[in-house]
């Protein structure tokens, strides 16, 4: 919970969280290492100074670590974990859902675990939703477009392989469906920023909330007319965010043009943890103001007290059906202490 | 010794060459974005060029664009036999340097392994978005000095020629904003119009405001990448240490030579 210097206490929950295994020992190739080694380089630019992680503990740190993090030193309250498999890469995937579930298992009351799928593995894929449904009693997926798999550098939402999916997804409850559209970490034959397929997808499964990480950055006009467009898509702040810190007028445009065009109610908070910590994160948008010659060129839009309420908690427990006034009680009944070893 | 010193001096003809390459997403030359990491001249006629982009992933479309340009640029001094480019530490690298370093016209390589776009389609497309943030950046400026809209959209070529500005970066940006409008065939005359659309036509005075906001989203587009990619750059290969006073960059690359001092090994 962030609390506000005034005292006022906000309900936080990161909606894009990841416990990944990028390790040495888990790396399968050339591309595992510089997967990983991009990562640390976001984490090691755009973090403040006193932030900065160790390499070693960056590519593989302990279940402690994540509590410590997002719970303890952060303001968290709950945190979406996301899977990424990227199976040509790592040998036991970058982050599986078992793995992130064994670590939510110690807090089940704070964690939702998301599953992740691959179209292109035709009915495996299909299999494998619902084991993921079965198992783990998944509500959401994380979808990574760009994701190489054998001679595919990539795939769009709207490949008829990926609308089996989404239709099975839609049967059995699996309602918020997560889509890295973001800055090209694995670039490729299919355009990583291209927004366009989320027009498709959106349209044809009215009952999925399609959730687009990273705001569609670099493509944030396109993903805005999308957005305007269509009801049930909304829009991650993972990575707009930690702008906050080194370019705060460059965030004040991001931010101005989603609430302009998406709007207050479809902004999603997301610490990227941990590629960010989500303590100096939440405080630094807490305290942010949008300048306001920036502010003005869209009819003077602001990130008031409620509206950064609802991007920091409420927007998201929407989503996932979570009533906030009950989470809360029973997170305050469990005070926050660290598990032993 | 006199052979040694005229290497270094032509190594050097070749870095300012290479400043005409541009990267084509953050409009800057790919020697000031430290991308160009060694240059070498053998026999008074062959160049070898070797870059490294700030990463592993960064868009392959770019990679080829860049080492086209490189290769380009220094065949054209005219000293120049031979070209050898080396783009290092990417995930396609290797079809990168084949690409460049063969006999193949630049075209067909790019269309195969850039998903048959067109290098010249996407030459046009990153100038037009050059022309676009260099406008902007002109536009605003003269905002803030107090030009009206009417008096922005109706200024001739020779007007805008004898304005000085101020602050560095429309200082920097009013030639190269000028050169495009010039190659581009959009102003020519001295009583030409010298704001005026990628297509050439004219703004009227109630729509600058729209236009601007045009302007504006595109670049915040750019600069996402931009202020990645720069950041990205400097933090390639480099650790953090905690140590007793806290975390440090450590830079840990060994034998990574600095461009200009690689200019006059």
Known sequence: MYRTKDGKEIFVLDGHTHFWDGSPENQANVHGKQFIDCFYAYHTNLSPETELWEKSKFEKYSADDVYRDLFVDGPDDMAIIQSTYLNDFYKNGFSSIERSSAMASRHPERFIVNGSFDPRDGEKALEYIHYMKENFDIQGVKMYTAEWNGDSKGWALNDPAAYKCFELCDKLGIRNIHVHKGPTIIPLNKDAFDVHDVDHAATDFQNLNWIIEHCGLPRLDDFCWIATQETNVYAGLAVALPFIHSRPRYFGEVISELLWWVGEDKLLFGSDYAIWTPAWIVDQFWNYQIPEDISAERSGVQLTDDIKEKILGLNAAQLYNIDVAAKLQQLNASPIQIAAE | MLHEVQQSELALVVWEQLENVSDPELDEPITDMGFVERVDVLNAEKVEVDFRLPTYWCSPNFAFLMAFGIKQEVAELSWVRDVTVTLKDH???????????????????????????????????????????????????????????????????????????????????????????????????????????????????????????????????????????????????????????????????????????????
């Open chain 2, 91 to 265: 995930c396609f690298d290797d079809k990168v340097n084949a690409g460049v370093n063969g006999n193949r016209c630049f075209d067909e390589v790019f269309s195969q392994y850039c998903n048959g776009e067109s290098l010249e389609a996407v030459k046009l497309k990153f100038l037009e978005k050059a022309f676009i943030r260099r406008q902007e950046t002109i536009l605003l400026a003269m905002q803030q000095i107090g030009y009206s809209a009417e008096e922005i959209v109706s200024m001739k070529l020779s007007e805008f020629d004898r304005i000085e500005f101020q602050g560095e970066e429309e200082r920097k940006q009013k030639p190269r904003y000028r050169s495009l409008l010039i190659s581009h065939g959009l102003a020519f005359l001295s009583k030409d119009p010298v704001f005026v659309t990628w297509s050439g036509n004219r703004i009227e005075p109630d729509n600058l405001r729209q236009h601007l906001s045009e302007l504006r989203s595109v670049r915040i587009n750019m600069e996402f990448n931009g202020a990645l990619c720069r950041g990205l750059q400097s933090s390639r290969y480099k650790e953090v240490e905690i140590g007793p006073d806290g975390p440090t960059l450590v830079d840990f690359i060994h034998g990574r030579v600095p461009p200009r001092d690689a200019g006059s090994v």
